[in-house]
């Protein structure tokens, strides 16, 4: 099986346009039960860290349940981070299929988040690296990994972010 170009835009376009809308249900539905979702950091040396196990990283969700639980504390506002709202515009280019095979495709674009809060807007890129099980009915997300090219953040990020 394998997924069209058009097709895997039209998926990445609609996680982005969930995550503006804050359709947290929806965006969640699109993560397998046992997602991960990984932020690495940036180690004093310029390089990435590489094992969330042993090394920090911004962002690290072993299972789509560390998802439901991050978006159960924006819901109840039990987070700080985002009291008030945050208002988002994500935009998404360099879209590649890297590579697909036995239901799998490998996804890799380029990403910018516009964020506004408290009247100010920040800005933030990056390139996200996604493994999708295409056998479904729809594509599913089984890893996500979120390389963030912006370097002074004034602000918690947040799985919104990005």
């Not at 935009?91 to 799998?104: H, K, L, M, P």
């Not at 295409?134 to 990020?157: C, F, M, N, Q």
């Amino acid at each position: 099986m394998t997924i069209s170009y058009e097709n895997v835009c039209a998926f990445l376009y609609r996680e982005a346009r969930l995550l503006d809308d804050r359709d947290w249900d929806a965006w969640l539905e699109m993560y397998d039960e046992n997602a991960t979702f990984w932020m690495p950091a940036w180690n004093d040396d310029g390089e990435l860290t590489e094992d969330p196990q042993s090394e920090i990283s911004l962002i690290y969700y072993a299972r789509r349940a560390g998802l439901e639980d991050r978006v159960f504390r924006i819901r109840t506002e039990r987070s700080s981070a985002t009291i008030p709202d945050t208002r988002t515009s994500h935009n998404i280019s360099n879209v590649e299929i890297v590579e697909q095979g036995n239901g799998i495709a490998k996804l890799r674009f380029n990403w910018h988040t516009m964020s506004v809060r408290y009247n100010h807007t920040d800005h933030f890129c990056g390139t996200s690296f996604y493994t999708v099980d295409i056998t479904g009915a729809s594509p599913i997300i089984k890893e996500k990994k979120v390389v963030l090219k912006t370097d002074y953040i004034r602000h918690v990020i947040d799985v919104y972010h990005v």
